[in-house]
């Protein structure tokens, strides 16, 4: 049987804020699209909370891009033998951006993460 790691997400504190931009329902789309990334993506890793950084962020960050973004911020844990390799191993990483855009068909996708 092989087994493999995935990022951990089941313990996390999350929050989708209040949004005048965003329904409830688009905030958590997207946030399940950053969520899955870690999942996928960040072996040996425990995101400890995630939150929705605020339309105005989220606006300043679309500008910036010329693309809609919504924009989160987290912080995780690697575990000693967790990552890839770019991270430090048993460190904590605080005011992780994630970014996820808006498609032309009105769904959202990951675009990026980090600082």
């Known amino acids: 049987m092989l087994l493999s790691s995935c990022?951990?997400?089941g313990g996390a504190e999350?929050?989708?804020?209040?949004s005048q931009?965003?329904?409830?329902?688009e905030r958590q789309q997207a946030l399940?699209?950053?969520?899955?990334?870690?999942r996928y993506e960040f072996d040996g890793c425990e995101l400890q909370e995630i939150h929705y950084s605020g339309d105005d962020r989220s606006r300043e960050v679309s500008e910036e891009?010329?693309?809609e973004m919504m924009v989160f911020t987290s912080r995780f844990y690697v575990e000693e033998d967790?990552?890839?390799g770019?991270?430090?191993?048993?460190?904590?990483?605080?005011?992780?951006?994630?970014?996820?855009?808006?498609t032309e068909e009105g769904k959202w996708k990951y675009y990026s993460c980090g600082y």
Do not use: P, R
């Open 32 to 38: 399940d699209k950053a969520m899955g990334y870690f």
């Open 86 to 102: 770019s991270l430090e191993q048993d460190s904590t990483y605080s005011g992780w951006i994630w970014l996820v855009q808006k």
């Open 7 to 9: 990022g951990k997400t």
């Open 21 to 25: 931009m965003y329904s409830e329902a």
């Open 65 to 67: 891009y010329g693309k």
């Open 14 to 18: 999350v929050s989708l804020g209040e």
């Open 82 to 84: 967790g990552g890839d």
